[in-house]
């Protein structure tokens, strides 16, 4: 069964940053695509970033290009987000998923999702 645990949410003032993590078990990590979401109430859940293991690139949405940067330690099946420079747009719970292919940055392909790790940037 595959769990995604995200952490390192919190709060934090405009131009600040943080590091998210996602500790991926159940799954086979170093394959497929992981990738970050955020959504925030009563609208659509948003792709942010994406790895795939299989062609060794990156997706990003255009809102996030040259602030946030996703990572891996396949050491340790662990996800990262790195943001910076955040703005009050950037409020959001964040959520780290998985999937078996090729990446995109469309919600509706995923079925993996961890609990999310609620992000506040105050201006």
């Known amino acids: 069964r595959v769990q995604l645990m995200e952490s390192g949410g919190g709060s934090v003032q405009a131009g600040g940053s943080l590091r998210l993590s996602c500790i991926v078990s159940?799954?086979?990590?170093?394959?497929?695509?992981m990738a970050w979401f955020r959504q925030l109430p009563a609208k659509e859940r948003e792709g942010v970033a994406a790895?795939?293991?299989?062609?060794?690139?990156?997706l990003y949405a255009d809102s996030v290009k040259g602030r946030f940067s996703i990572s891996q330690d396949t050491a340790n099946n662990i996800e990262y987000l790195q943001m910076t420079s955040l703005d009050h747009e950037d409020t959001a719970m964040y959520y780290c998923?998985?999937?078996?292919?090729?990446?995109?940055?469309?919600?509706?392909?995923?079925?993996?999702w961890g609990q999310g790790t609620q992000v506040t940037v105050s201006s």
């Open positions: 790895f795939d293991f299989g062609a060794g690139s990156t």
């Open positions: 998923a998985a999937l078996s292919g090729s990446c995109y940055l469309t919600a509706s392909w995923y079925v993996n």
């Open positions: 159940g799954y086979t990590y170093n394959s497929g695509c």
